[in-house]
């Protein structure tokens, strides 16, 4: 049992006297700005994140990736910028801006910004064996040029009313609303995505004598607000018809 006692002080004394001697990595956390990033579809963004406690990231190794840490958005390794190791999608897109790198900042630029950007990036720090990191948000927005109602030609059930509006994204809120801004139940409402992934909207409304003689085709980006829509009023026995568009 001595024996015992005094091999397990000996191994603390060595372990007390390696944690000493051997030099261990300054620890750090990394922060980024809360809530989501949002950037224009074509735009330019930036999302930066910053050591804390402020110290130089010059000799760390600094990784922007998203779902993959093996597949990184942009990469600065052993003081160097590794385009080499960057995803396709991102050569000559992306900017590593490190003025501030001896206080622990550094931002990543994105250019051109794509509706294939948007979501979630990681900045990832890491020293020797220490690493830490930060998730961003980046929410892309687009909102339509133009909304456009089309008129079909009467029937027997009333006047059948289009309304198109193409180029949103996140998809947007879309309904009718009559000149007091009270919600019309639509006939109908779909949306597809094209190659961009931008989404095209679709909404009709069937008018008749004793319903509503005008509308207005609303649609809203639920990321900025902004607001596009078109109006359509009808007036007389033959339903003539003009079509208003405004932006809010």
């Not at 910004?113 to 980046?138: P, R």
């Not at 009467?154 to 193409?166: A, H, Q, R, W």
């Not at 995505?193 to 980006?221: E, P």
């Amino acid at each position: 049992m001595e024996t015992t006692g005094l091999s397990f002080s000996s191994y603390f004394v060595v372990m007390l006297l390696l944690q000493v001697v051997t030099p261990t990595t300054e620890q750090f956390t990394v922060s980024a700005p809360e809530g989501p990033i949002v950037a224009p579809l074509g735009g330019v963004v930036e999302l930066s994140c910053q050591l804390s406690p402020p110290q130089s990231a010059e000799h760390m190794e600094v990784r922007w990736f998203r779902d993959r840490y093996t597949q990184p958005v942009h990469l600065y390794k052993g003081g160097k910028d590794l385009y080499g190791e960057t995803l396709s999608e991102y050569v000559e897109r992306t900017e590593f801006l490190k003025e501030a790198i001896g206080e622990g900042k550094v931002t990543l630029r994105i250019l051109n910004v794509s509706v294939y950007d948007d979501g979630q990036y990681n900045c990832f720090f890491k020293d020797d064996n220490f690493y830490d990191e930060a998730i961003i948000t980046l929410k892309v927005t687009a909102t339509s040029l133009e909304t456009q109602i089309v008129v079909h030609p009467p029937n027997i059930k009333g006047i059948l009313v289009e309304c198109k509006s193409g180029g949103w994204f996140p998809q947007p809120l879309m309904e009718w609303r009559d000149n007091r801004g009270k919600i019309i139940p639509c006939e109908s409402i779909s949306h597809s995505q094209d190659n961009a992934k931008l989404f095209n909207m679709k909404m009709t409304l069937l008018l008749n004598y004793k319903s509503y003689k005008n509308a207005t085709c609303y649609l809203q980006n639920l990321i900025t607000g902004q607001e596009k829509g078109a109006s359509v009023f009808l007036s007389g026995d033959m339903f003539t018809w003009k079509n208003i568009n405004f932006t809010l």
